[in-house]
């Protein structure tokens, strides 16, 4: 007897029993790891500036469990500054070669520094010096500048010392409020069913949308 998946039951109106969007997240989420061509963890991460005026940028979803969903970055950076003044954001992952999408809302927090420190120790040698090479979102005269800069730092981490984390470099972590699935269909009467909940480890509320 063939066991009826997370997606199934989604789309089903006639199932009413709880469905945890997060397990649901890691159904198409393994999905898209199998079908998208490159970087099926991409996400276009949004958040406002201190005049309320948004921005919205890629970035990678580096880490996911329970508590939420996580991405690293320079806490120089734009993105980061707003999210250290207004500590919320939203994120849309879509995958061209399923046809769907998932938008999650929600407050963010920092992550702690061993969460940061254990990440940063996963990538690659030069992406940890560029780590440290990137004034990230400031002006840069010329792309020169910045190869010169990661040469000067190459040589003086060594060949086999150990690259730490910067200590402007860390993790934030969205807690998902809302999270909402999208499938294509056709005639552009698509399927929208949207999760959401007023506490982080509260119960979840389910309801279709209209396309």
Same mark, same amino acid.
């Given at each position: 007897? &063939?066991?009826?998946?997370? &997606?199934?039951?989604?789309?089903?109106?006639?199932?009413?029993?709880?469905?945890?969007?997060?397990?649901?997240?890691?159904?198409?989420?393994?999905?898209?790891?199998?079908?998208?061509?490159?970087?099926?963890?991409?996400?276009?991460? +949004? &958040?406002?500036?201190?005049?309320?005026?948004? /921005?919205?940028?890629? !970035?990678?979803?580096?880490?996911?469990?329970?508590?939420?969903?996580?991405?690293?970055?320079?806490?120089?950076? /734009? $993105?980061?500054?707003?999210?250290?003044?207004?500590? @919320?954001? #939203?994120?849309?992952?879509?995958? $061209?070669?399923?046809?769907?999408?998932?938008?999650?809302?929600?407050? !963010?927090?920092?992550?702690? /520094?061993?969460? #940061?420190?254990?990440?940063?120790?996963?990538? +690659?040698?030069?992406?940890?010096?560029?780590?440290?090479?990137?004034?990230?979102?400031?002006?840069? #005269?010329?792309?020169?500048?910045?190869?010169?800069?990661?040469? &000067?730092? @190459?040589?003086?981490?060594?060949?086999?010392?150990? !690259?730490?984390?910067?200590?402007?470099?860390?993790?934030?972590?969205?807690?998902?409020?809302?999270?909402?699935?999208?499938?294509?269909?056709?005639?552009?009467?698509?399927?929208?069913?949207?999760?959401?909940?007023?506490?982080?480890?509260?119960?979840? $509320?389910?309801?279709?949308?209209?396309?």
């Amino acid at each position: 007897m &063939t066991s009826t998946t997370l &997606t199934e039951r989604l789309f089903d109106d006639s199932d009413t029993a709880p469905i945890d969007p997060c397990s649901l997240f890691e159904e198409w989420f393994t999905l898209a790891q199998e079908s998208e061509p490159n970087d099926p963890h991409a996400m276009a991460l +949004a &958040t406002v500036d201190e005049n309320g005026m948004p /921005d919205v940028r890629m !970035v990678l979803l580096n880490a996911r469990d329970a508590r939420g969903y996580c991405f690293f970055t320079n806490f120089e950076s /734009d $993105k980061a500054r707003e999210l250290l003044a207004n500590p @919320k954001a #939203a994120f849309v992952m879509h995958w $061209k070669s399923l046809r769907r999408q998932i938008r999650v809302r929600g407050p !963010v927090e920092i992550v702690p /520094d061993g969460e #940061a420190d254990a990440y940063f120790a996963t990538r +690659a040698r030069l992406s940890q010096i560029g780590a440290h090479a990137s004034k990230q979102s400031r002006p840069l #005269a010329n792309r020169y500048t910045l190869l010169e800069r990661v040469e &000067t730092l @190459k040589k003086s981490f060594g060949e086999d010392e150990p !690259v730490q984390r910067p200590p402007y470099w860390s993790g934030f972590r969205l807690v998902p409020e809302v999270m909402e699935f999208w499938k294509d269909g056709a005639n552009r009467l698509h399927d929208r069913v949207r999760f959401t909940r007023t506490l982080p480890n509260g119960q979840w $509320k389910r309801q279709r949308l209209y396309p």
